[in-house]
């Protein structure tokens, strides 16, 4: 594909590229790109809000350029302090190790596996000694790092700002020129630190990244941005069914841009769209279903969402009970505690647990349950469900 074939497809759905025209140059190379992500391993899903800038590197595998997915082992113990209030808590190294192998299998689930480097900053952070950090500290002013808006912010109102957070975009940029990046994807949070790369990469006499931001999607609530700290996120390892019923929750405010960045939809599918919500002639209900339906399928495949969709209908629309559903063991004691019994059996905690039973989203058989304590033969056999979408047979 020419570069000028390139360019519009690569530009689709962005929300900035800086420096613009650098991009269409470098496309004309003649050479496949180096096209730099870094993610840090802080939580143990990948969401579809990191989907999204993974899927637009994705697009320049398709277009024979090599994705340089960097995971950022080391970066993520330092902490990323973009748009944060207050200094960030310090994860351990054990916690991102763990972190980092659970996420890199989802990474792949997005990602092709041909012109794709999988890196870890440890590999060159980590071997950086005093006077390569020195080097790379005097590619910054205190002036230029106190332009950041959070910074500017913090320091105004007296917040503490510690070295180490000066340190993190220096960093992510000494990735870059690791790497030999040509582009750096990353969310629009993300733009002062791709920025900073491009002044790490002169430093070290290279010719600068290009720095390309992807829109946040906001969560499931429809108000802020996905975020598994704040619990409005979908995997894209979780199970059709749940895919499917958590879309489905989704605020009608918000299909538009779901659909345009959680389902990537072109332009004019999503303008003809918006068209039929605003004239009536498309019911927000059906269309939410299509909604839920194209996410599904993006990770799954069509007839997994077909089936997601199925399932969804049997158990909200049809009060019924999923086919496909876990088994657990009660034990051998005859009185069982329902707080317990629902913690144990859901992998929730205590508190959640009691927190549901009191809120009267515990039933058995699809009748609510109130009982702190039931008999074990009033159990077995039968399907305990908690909320809308998590259900499990009680077996003896």
Known sequence: MRPDEQLPLLLRHTDQVVPAEDLSRKLELGRPLRVKLGLDPTAPSVTLGWAVVLRKLRNFQEMGHIAVLIVGDFTARVGDPSLQSDTRKRLTAEEV????????????????????????NSDWLGALDMGGLLELTSAATVAQMLERSDFANRYQEGTPISVMEFLYPLLQGYDSVAVEADVELGGTDQLWNLMMGRVVQERYGMSPQVAMTMPLLVGTDGAKKM??????????????????????????????????????????????????????????????????????????????????????????????????IDVFSLGQDQKIQVPGLIRDAMGLSGSEARRLLAQGAVKLDGELVEAQELPREALVGRVLQVGKRRFVRLVA
């Open 227 to 324: 975020s598994q700290s704040l619990g409005n996120y979908i995997g894209v390892e979780d199970e059709p069914s749940e895919m499917f019923g958590k879309t489905m929750s989704l605020p009608d405010s918000a299909m538009s841009e779901w659909f345009r960045l959680a389902a990537d939809f072109d332009s004019t599918e999503l303008e003809e769209i918006e068209a039929g919500l605003a004239v009536g002639t498309l019911h927000p209900g059906e269309t939410k279903r299509r909604l839920a339906r194209a996410v599904t399928a993006l990770y799954w495949g069509d007839e997994k969402a077909v089936a997601a969709e199925a399932e969804f209908d049997q158990v909200f629309k049809h009060g019924g009970i999923p086919d496909d």
């Open 97 to 120: 190790n763990g972190y980092a192998e659970n996420v890199l299998s989802q990474f792949r689930k997005v990602l092709l596996p041909d012109n794709l480097e999988i890196r870890r």
